[in-house]
């Protein structure tokens, strides 16, 4: 087996066999090549890989390898440049601006709600909050809104800008590598569908731990590789260079230095939530390698098919879901709006609650 990175040196040992990385320009994967690897896996360090797919959602090349002893799951080679994607294109490809139409402001507020419910007796008599991929502030802002202090981090400035304008809010504009908090801690940190598209999951848990107070909780929600509740053509995105199930992301936490508390399932089977505990000491796993984990995710992904996917329920009742959504979306203006009197608005139940309690 090869083993190709972009810094050139390194060495890597394979069973009894050393491999020589070599610079990815060397690397063949982007051609299909089954034997090149261009990074180790980011839990166990393992290079033993299959390949699960070579196609992405758009039916373009995307190779999507699966780490044999963990059950990760990733983009090999990686098909972006996530620092550049993210500063500049993301949100322009996916929403179309960087003023948000009250469409999608709504879309998020209720995402946001939904989200604030999943965690309320967790986040609950905890102050600091650090929301990281904060994008365009609706869920921070519901967050301050209830009585908590809270902190953004998004790496693009359209939308930190328009979170810090309109709502008020505390962001920092970067990437998590970039921010530096000196001393200041935080004792519940959140990363909502953020994980899934970073280059190195580990550094970045690894980073969430030192900016923990000494019981922080993390939170932490991706989408969940065995979900069959999408096409699945639809499985393996660009934008993902990373997938996980409840067994890897559990695991990738505990080796930053966290403890997992809860684990939820979305009811569609479509996303996880970790929710983690920092600690100290030498409580890490001595093993990062997890039995059975990378053939359940192999047979859950093979067996998805088409014919499949259309003999279950899933594809109508996820049009039954999207009914009401768009009726109701329809009735909303596409003109410029007030994103601070939409979500004031929006929330008005949750802040009158806690305003209660
Ligand atoms: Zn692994």
Redesign the pocket.
């Known amino acids: 087996m090869r083993i190709f990175s972009g810094f050139g040196s390194l060495r890597v040992q394979s069973g009894s066999e050393e491999v020589q990385l070599k610079n990815n320009t060397d690397c063949n994967a982007h051609h299909g090549d089954p034997d090149c690897l261009e990074r180790p ?6 290079i033993e890989f299959d390949v699960l797919s070579t196609t992405g959602r758009d039916g373009g090349f995307l190779r999507t390898v699966i ?6 799951v990733w983009s090999d080679p990686f098909p972006i440049d996530p620092e550049k994607f993210y500063a500049q294109d993301y949100w322009v490809e996916n929403k179309g601006a960087y003023n948000p139409k009250a469409k999608n402001i709504y879309r998020s507020a209720k995402v946001a709600i939904d989200r604030y419910r999943k965690i309320s007796r967790h986040i609950a008599g905890r102050k600091n909050v650090l929301d990281i991929g904060s994008g365009g502030g609706e869920f921070a802002y519901l967050l301050s809104r209830v009585g908590f202090n809270v902190h953004g981090i998004e790496p693009n400035a359209g939308y930190g800008s328009y979170s810090k304008q309109t709502y008020g809010l505390e962001v920092d504009i970067g990437f998590t590598k970039d921010i530096d908090f000196k001393d200041r801690k935080f004792d519940f940190i959140t990363l909502w569908h953020v994980l899934e598209h970073t280059d190195d999951p580990h550094a970045v848990i690894s980073k969430i731990h030192d900016w923990s107070s000494d019981d922080g909780l993390l939170v932490v929600e991706v989408p969940n590789i065995e979900a069959v509740c999408q096409s699945p053509k639809n499985t393996f995105h660009a934008d993902h260079l990373f997938n996980f199930n409840l067994e ?1 992301l559990s695991l990738l936490l505990e080796k930053a230095g966290f403890s997992t508390i809860d684990r939820i399932v979305s009811k569609d089977g479509g996303n996880i939530t970790v929710i983690a505990k920092k600690h100290h000491g030498s409580q890490k796993p001595d093993s ?2 997890i039995k059975g984990n990378y053939e359940k995710i192999r047979d859950i992904v093979n067996n998805h098919t088409n014919l499949s996917h259309f003999l279950s329920m899933n594809p109508y009742a996820r049009l039954l879901r999207k009914i009401p959504k768009l009726i109701q979306e329809t009735s909303i203006s596409n003109k410029p709006v007030d994103g601070k009197q939409i979500l004031d608005t929006y929330y008005r139940q949750e802040i009158e609650k806690s305003q209660q309690g």
């Not at 780490?67 to 990760?72: H, I, N, T």
């Open positions: 896996c980011n839990l166990c360090d393992s780490c044999k002893q963990c059950g990760l890897t990062f390698a």
